[in-house]
């Protein structure tokens, strides 16, 4: 109540303003492109007119605008500028990057979820993070990832639960909670054992996603004042993003004390996950180290169960393509290779799951702010402190990028044919013009292990069951964009059994 009340009496003291430069018409709109824009609100009238779909509204802005980048102007002269030009995507996360940190605005307002973990740092302690972790992501881990914990949590948890489940499931959660268990085990050795048959409430998940949407809120607003009242006075919002945090950091710091406490007792397991790693490093303090759970959960967590939530929509709406999959998926299983080689080697199942990514990219856009005055590769001029945002969702749906029939899930589009072998070869497209898994020197540090992970669940899944979405013909589920994409709602699904025929597409 007292959020709405506070919300509301700063928009009735902008009213007035606005109505006498709207009456006297002393403002001339803007005509650059963007948003109509008015001083001192700057284009707050189309920002809260959209507000509902941000993601969608400014992807279709960028991708009219002819240098594919624009500058939307926000309340109280602040700007943002946002672009889908993947000259400008290279120069802000390459060529540049040391014009282009996260920067304070960023750490600022994500300070109290995420701290100072790896999704919140630049320079020296983003190297420190970034070099500690590479090593955890050598072949001989990903394999250990894929043959073991991937593999198990499969068999034991995830296709047991999916053969038992005769009503409709909600299979965006069922995905989260497999992914979450993936990135407890391999990163801090701990199985929270989130996919039991029970589907227990989770009391962490709860408050993460809450502290997920509130920090994301923050990112967003129009008025940043209004949410650093409100955590000032600790109402509304910002008290339930305190009392998220404090869940989801007694989490974090538990893992930490009982990672510590077995360190004590054994040290030779120094090498054995990210965590340990992390505590034998020289690094005791228990809240940085926290700090860095928390960040490593956001990565892993929500990232790969969007990617497969969207892609088992688009195989639904695309039988053509999942008679594919299972094509590949039967050729695979009578190979006598490893795990971790056949999944590796699924090529058609890599391309249909960077072309369900390209249309419903997991992150959908990023923010870096710029640290001095420049002007960008496509002549847009940017000031000290401008958040700077490459528009990943945008990009993925640009005509210019994609052609005419961007709008079609075509995996052909990135697969070639050997002309001796007839066989399928992935074409990987420049990471600047695909910034799904960001692109440079902070490209994501899961991504090999992402692809593992989700090739061997579609694997796993399609050839037992039929992913059949529980939603009314015509229904159209909606992306929502907070850190990381979800299915508003949730993905409703029945689980159908292939039985004797593994090719069987219909359901
Ligand atoms: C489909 C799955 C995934 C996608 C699309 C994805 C995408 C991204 C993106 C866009 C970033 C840049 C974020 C930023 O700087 O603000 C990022 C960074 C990162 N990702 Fe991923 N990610 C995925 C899976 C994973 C997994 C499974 C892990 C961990 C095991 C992971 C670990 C990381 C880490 C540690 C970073 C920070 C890298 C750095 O700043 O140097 N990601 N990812």
Known sequence: MID?????????????????????K???????????SYPLIGSLFSLLQNRHRFIQWTADIVNNTPTKTVTIHLPLGRVRVITANPAVVRHVLKTSLHLYPKGARARNTLFDLLGDGILNVDGDDWRFQRQVSLREFNTKSLRHFVEHVVDDELNGRLLPLLSTSAAVIDLQNVLQRFAFDNICKIAFGYDPACLTPSMPHDIFATAFDEAVVISTGRMRANLPLIW????LLNVGSEKRLRNAVAVVREFAENITK?????????SSLGSVDLLSRFLTSGHSDEKFIADIVISFILAGRDTTSAALTWFFWLLHKNPRIESEILKEIQEKSK???SIYEGVKDMVYTHASLCESMRLYPPVAIDAKQAAADEVLPDGTFVRKGYPVTYHVYAMGRSE????????EFRPERWLEKDVSSGRWVFKPRDGYEYPVFQAGPRVCLGKEMAFLQMKRVVAGVLRRFKVVPAVDDGVQPVYVAYFTAVMEGGFPVRIVERGDNPMRVDP
């Open 4 to 24: 709405l009340h506070l919300s509301t009496s700063i928009l009735f003291l902008l009213l007035p303003i606005t109505f006498f430069f709207l009456l006297f």
């Open 26 to 36: 002393s403002v001339k709109p803007a005509r650059k492109p963007g948003p109509k």
């Open 228 to 231: 650093k009242l409100k955590r």
């Open 258 to 266: 009982e990672k510590i406490r077995e360190l004590e007792k054994n």
């Open 335 to 337: 190979k006598e290779t």
């Open 400 to 407: 210019e990028l994609w052609g005419a029939d961007w709008a």
